[in-house]
């Protein structure tokens, strides 16, 4: 990822609360938040909520774990 983040225009950051149907992937949401930073991505984040948890509140919490680790100062 170090190597091709600055080609990049889009990350599909996905979350499984709940867990995943068919499968649920461990990300490290804090070292590609950390590596986002280091190259100051610029470009766009989009959500994919894959988990069984109710999607109500999976949403906001997977919004909050998004910024908790992507957001910084522009």
Same mark, same amino acid.
């Given at each position: =990822?170090d190597? =091709? &983040?600055?080609?990049? &225009?889009?990350?599909?950051?996905?979350? $499984? !609360?709940g867990?995943?149907?068919? $499968?649920?992937?461990? &990300?490290? $949401?804090?070292?590609?938040?950390?590596?986002?930073?280091?190259?100051? !991505?610029r470009?766009?984040?989009?959500?994919? !909520?894959e988990?069984?948890?109710?999607?109500?509140?999976? &949403?906001?919490?997977?919004?909050?774990?998004?910024?908790?680790? !992507?957001? $910084?100062? =522009?």
């Amino acid at each position: =990822m170090d190597m =091709m &983040i600055h080609k990049l &225009i889009l990350v599909q950051a996905i979350t $499984y !609360f709940g867990g995943g149907k068919w $499968y649920t992937l461990d &990300i490290d $949401y804090p070292k590609v938040g950390a590596l986002m930073r280091k190259h100051d !991505f610029r470009g766009y984040v989009s959500l994919e !909520f894959e988990g069984q948890a109710d999607p109500l509140e999976a &949403i906001q919490k997977s919004l909050a774990l998004l910024r908790e680790n !992507f957001w $910084y100062d =522009m």
